[in-house]
Structures are given as structure tokens and as C-alpha cells.
């Protein structure tokens, strides 16, 4: 398997955290986003919406968008589970985890950034950026109940996308004084070797 990405990208990050849990091997295919390589046409070829991650497997079948290749992935290696075995509480992980993949991240996503900073320059795009952040995160607080995890006592998808959503927050100089819960969440993986695996600074390409 390799996984494209950009050691920055939470959306990368979220998956690299999944194939670490599930204990599985990948190589990876780094595109400097900043430099616009995801426009690339070799790079298209494999995701026309010009975005990381995408996953490419054995066979050559490429996947993309983050929870649709978690969610392969928790089809396909079911242990550990990332979803909890209840339907109340499956729809609660998958709940947070679009909260922030589908309502906030693609608000402050690098496209998205760029096109503010071109309409309306850099220091309305940080303050749109934290923002955005600050308000996403707010609802993922209220949404959680940690003990210690996201949802409870087991890793879930939320934990998943939280912790990358949380890095990304710090780079937009967003205080994190209101998120007791969401820091509680990082805290209860800080030593938890998959999550370690999978930080930005942990990549190759980190720069
Ligand atoms: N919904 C997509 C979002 C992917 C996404 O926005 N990736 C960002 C990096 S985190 C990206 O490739 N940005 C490049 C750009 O905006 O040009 C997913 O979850 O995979």
C-alpha cells in the first residue's frame, strides 16, 4: 500500500493514524502542497479533486477522502475496531468525525486559504482561519464526553480526527483554554505508539 500526502495534512494524518492502529505496512508518496503538486497531472490522475490522502493499493485501486479510506480500512481489518460495536455509538464517532472532516476543515483547507488571502489578504486569512477553527472546535467540546477517549474507554474514528484537527488549531494560534475536553483527548494518546507514528514530524517529508 502507499499512501499519498503531506506530512501537514490532518486529512493525511487522520489516515496514517488508521493504518498504524490497524498495524499495517505502507509505503508513502510525499506532494508538497505548497508547491501545488496535488495539481500535478500524474497526480490527478490518481485524485481528480486534486487533494490528500489517497490510498493506493496492491492491485493499483486507488482510494480517496479520509473517512471513506478509514472506513475501508475498518471493513477490511476490523481489529482493532475504530467503531464501537453499538449503532447509537457508531453514529456518535462518525458524528464528530464530520464535524470537523465535513463542516470545519474544508472551510480552512489550503485552497480555501488561499482564495481568502487572495480576496482579502494575509491577516484576514489567519484571523479566517482561527476563527473557523475556534468555532468547529466548540461544538466538537460540547459533543464529547472523555473518559479518556473521545466517546469512552476505546479509540474511536473521533480520536482520529480530533487529534490532527487539534495540531492545526495550534498553528493558527487558536487558545485552547476552552477545549479542556479536546486537550484530554491528545493527552490520553500522547504515548500511544500509532499516534506517535503519525505526527507531522514524524515523516519524512516534515520540513
Ligand atoms: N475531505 C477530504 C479533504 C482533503 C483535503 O482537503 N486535503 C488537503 C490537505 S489536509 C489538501 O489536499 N489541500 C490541498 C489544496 O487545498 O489545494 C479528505 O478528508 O480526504
Known amino acids: 500500500m502507499r499512501l499519498h500526502g503531506y506530512f501537514r495534512s490532518t486529512a493525511t494524518w487522520r489516515v496514517r493514524i488508521g493504518l498504524h492502529l490497524k498495524g499495517l505496512a505502507f509505503e508513502t508518496a510525499a506532494h508538497d502542497l505548497r508547491a501545488g503538486a496535488q495539481r500535478h497531472p500524474d497526480y490527478l490522475a490518481l485524485n481528480p479533486q486534486g487533494l490528500v490522502p489517497a490510498l493506493e493499493l496492491a492491485d493499483g485501486t486507488v482510494l480517496t477522502q479520509s473517512l471513506a479510506i478509514l472506513e475501508w ?13 453499538d449503532p447509537i455509538g457508531r453514529a456518535r464517532a462518525r458524528a464528530v468525525a464530520l464535524a470537523i472532516a465535513a463542516d470545519l476543515h474544508p472551510v480552512q483547507n489550503l485552497g480555501v486559504l488561499k482564495r481568502v488571502e487572495a480576496l482579502a489578504g494575509a491577516d484576514a486569512t489567519r484571523q479566517w482561519a482561527h476563527d473557523t477553527i475556534r468555532q468547529g472546535l466548540l461544538a ?3 459533543m464529547i464526553a472523555p473518559a479518556p477517549h473521545a466517546l469512552g474507554a476505546a479509540i474511536t474514528l473521533a480520536d482520529l480526527v480530533i487529534v490532527p484537527q487539534l495540531g492545526n488549531a495550534r498553528r493558527f494560534g487558536v487558545d485552547l483554554g476552552p477545549f479542556p475536553g479536546i486537550r484530554a483527548v491528545e493527552a490520553a494518546v500522547a504515548d500511544h505508539p500509532a499516534f506517535l507514528a503519525a ?3 514524524a515523516q519524512g517529508d516534515a520540513a
Open 199 to 201: 505526527r507531522p514530524e
Open 73 to 85: 480500512l475498518e471493513e477490511t481489518h476490523p481489529a482493532p475496531p475504530l467503531l464501537p460495536a
Open 140 to 142: 466538537v467540546e460540547a
